[in-house]
């Protein structure tokens, strides 16, 4: 009798995170133990949803109903209960119980189908949004936190914000990012990102500065590209007024060293040092 209550329990708490988008996107966080808490504290959640709604029927379909003068049958759990003791499932004395566990446990199941669909139109109708692209759009963007270099994209994509993205291989990268990724049940979105470059150069292989002479705004739409997160080695917010400031400065002293050079000194004789 108890597996009535336990398997639903479970299985309750493992479909909220697969169907519920709110609690999908984050699944990937939780693994091992923290996994099982984390589906055993929804599962208890629409179990005693389901407890409650289960007493609530149970008591309503006792009331007496009359429609036009005629006395409507709504006891469904007497009926259930008698149908249980003569499959020999259950006695006189436990159908009841039988019979509410049973209620019990199918409710519990079928809580986290509503509850997914309900949280999708309650959000929806909020932020007023017209498709389920839009709503997942924006709720992906909620995954894009608890680090720097998440909030980070996240900034870029909402705001629009230019970033300077440096590889491993010493290319260097300034756009703006456009997706960050969707995660799945076993992988977030520290995979890979897209981006619409701006600008592109690379690092001196000795002093490390950066060149950027690659202007991809020359071109009508610049082609998305991807870059992989694992090779990121530093990323930041991307200035064109400091960037043009520092060319210009850099070019200043450039012209300063090449027009201003030493005399070169006159020889000497040596009995005119020794005079």
């Given at each position: 009798?108890?597996?009535?209550i336990?398997?639903?329990?479970?299985?309750?708490?493992?479909?909220?995170?697969?169907?519920?988008?709110?609690?999908?996107?984050?699944?990937?966080?939780?693994?091992?133990?923290?996994?099982y808490?984390?589906?055993?504290?929804?599962?208890?959640?629409?179990?005693?949803?389901?407890t409650?709604?289960?007493?609530?029927?149970?008591?309503?379909?006792?009331?007496?109903?009359?429609?036009?003068?005629?006395?409507?049958?709504?006891?469904?759990?007497?009926?259930?209960?008698?149908?249980?003791?003569?499959?020999?499932?259950?006695?006189?004395?436990n159908?009841?119980?039988?019979?509410?566990?049973?209620q019990?446990?199918?409710?519990?199941?079928?809580?986290?189908?509503?509850?997914?669909?309900?949280?999708?139109?309650?959000?929806?109708?909020?932020?007023?949004?017209?498709?389920?692209?839009?709503?997942?759009?924006?709720?992906?963007?909620?995954?894009?936190?608890?680090?720097?270099?998440?909030?980070?994209?996240?900034?870029?994509?909402?705001?629009?914000?230019?970033?300077?993205?440096s590889?491993?291989?010493r290319?260097v990268?300034?756009?703006?990012?456009?997706?960050?990724?969707?995660?799945?049940?076993?992988?977030?979105?520290?995979?890979?990102?897209?981006?619409?470059?701006?600008?592109?150069?690379y690092?001196?292989?000795?002093?490390?500065?950066?060149?950027?002479?690659?202007?991809?705004?020359?071109?009508?739409?610049?082609?998305?590209?991807?870059?992989?997160?694992?090779?990121?080695?530093?990323?930041?917010?991307?200035?064109?007024?400091?960037?043009?400031?520092?060319?210009?400065?850099?070019?200043?002293?450039?012209?300063?060293?090449?027009?201003?050079q030493?005399?070169?000194?006159?020889?000497?004789?040596?009995?005119?040092?020794?005079?």
């Open positions: 009798m108890g597996l009535l336990i398997l639903p329990f479970l299985i309750s708490g493992y479909i909220v995170f697969i169907r519920h988008p709110f609690y999908y996107l984050r699944l990937h966080r939780f693994q091992g133990q923290l996994l808490l984390q589906v055993a504290r929804m599962g208890m959640t629409c179990l005693i949803v389901a409650l709604l289960s007493t609530v029927f149970i008591v309503l379909s006792k009331q007496k109903v009359s429609v036009a003068g005629y006395d409507v049958a709504t006891d469904y759990s007497s009926y259930l209960g008698a149908l249980l003791i003569q499959l020999d499932v259950a006695n006189e004395k159908c009841a119980l039988w019979v509410f566990l049973l019990v446990g199918l409710t519990t199941m079928l809580i986290p189908l509503f509850w997914a669909r309900l949280y999708v139109y309650a959000r929806k109708k909020k932020l007023q949004l017209e498709t389920d692209a839009q709503f997942y759009y924006l709720l992906s963007l909620g995954v894009l936190e608890g680090t720097p270099f998440r909030i980070l994209l996240r900034e870029s994509i909402v705001q629009c914000t230019p970033c300077m993205f590889l491993n291989d290319k990268y300034v756009g703006i990012v456009l997706f960050a990724g969707t995660p799945t049940e076993s992988e977030g979105i520290d995979h890979a990102f897209t981006l619409i470059p701006l600008l592109s150069g690092r001196d292989k000795d002093t490390l500065e950066v060149s950027l002479n690659t202007h991809y705004a020359n071109t009508t739409s610049p082609h998305p590209i991807m870059l992989i997160q694992e090779n990121i080695v530093s990323a930041t917010h991307f200035d064109f007024t400091t960037w043009n400031t520092f060319k210009s400065r850099k070019n200043r002293t450039q012209r300063h060293s090449q027009t201003y030493h005399r070169s000194a006159r020889p000497i004789k040596a009995i005119q040092a020794c005079a």
